[in-house]
């Protein structure tokens, strides 16, 4: 076994019987970085090969890189800025620099261009050391296997995953499969919750751009449909009635046009901006409702259910709301502050900042509170 950071000539690896090519010949450059989580402390490590005639392997080299933590395109411009190096060093005039990631393939083809500082300096010193052979060219391939060793998944445990079927989150690091991140992704976005990292405790947000590659049609979909509703107001938000639609669409936008008739943005079926219901043609809104009191008939039995249940609806977006236990002092997602003992404004009333519980709870509760202030007058009577 080579010790870190030495390099393996082509005669350790029993080459000497391939034609040795001239410098000035081609060769490729193969590098690869990786950051592990293993440890209480994240480490990394860079591998690099360079590879000659007929792809014989010429040498190749690893070591740790001490700049940790950082993060898994760091530790691959490292990886990379290493083996040109090298490169120089022996005197090599023509390289082709193998890429598998698509992200740095672009960074040194000059495509495109970092926004991060630290990616934005080591891009500039690759492209300086570019500058000393006479041809440098990226080439986007897969990396040989060499450079793919198994990982383990510390969600599914699977300890025989490709490197290349890792996932690594951009802020935090943490790196999970593929495929338990596009699960975690989906379960947080099915509940309403913001997408993060799915490391335990962990907050780092993940990002649409950043996962787009891993996710399913279904779970972009979802996905979108959460931007854009984070992106509207909760009070002015409105759905297409339509059934099979069911589109977010922005009040503000829609009150730009006179009359009550709207068409949706998505399916183009027409329905009234007032009622919220399809288009009622030739019938007013007071009518329309008088003739389909099924629909008052399904609203009767949800203010039951509401009373019921001692549900509150906020007066301002209308929205029903829920709280088992807690402060009165309720604040609604769309900003407004209420209390829902009485469901007036907060500071309105005398109830302030009392605790409250449901009536289900107080039936559970009321038996056990009977029983101590039974035992607890007991006690004091013969105390004294």
Known sequence: MEEEGTLVRADNLKHAGNPSPSKSSPYSLYFKGSVSEETTESSAEFKVAICGYKDGLMFQMKGPIHDSPITLLEAELMALKCGLSEAVSLGINHISICCDNDQIFEWVMGRSVPQEQNITLLIRDVQGIRKHFTSSIAVRIDVPALFNPKKTCSICFDDDINADQMFSVDICCHVFCSECVRRHIEVRLAGGYSVTCPQYRCKSKLTYGSCVNILTPKVKEMWEQRIREDSIHVTDRVYCPNPTCSALMSLTELYQLTGSKRCCVKCGEPFCIKCKVPWHNNLSCKRYKELHSNRATNDNKLTQLANQKS???????????????????????CGHEFCYGCGADAGSCSHGHAYYFSY?????????????????????????
């Open 311 to 333: 549900w509150r609806q906020c007066s301002k977006c209308k929205q029903m709301i829920e709280l088992s236990e807690g402060c009165v002092h309720v604040i609604c997602r």
């Open 360 to 384: 289900e709870d107080l039936e559970l509760e009321v038996p056990g509170l009977v029983l101590v202030g039974i035992v607890a007058a007991i006690m004091i009577f013969f105390v004294r």
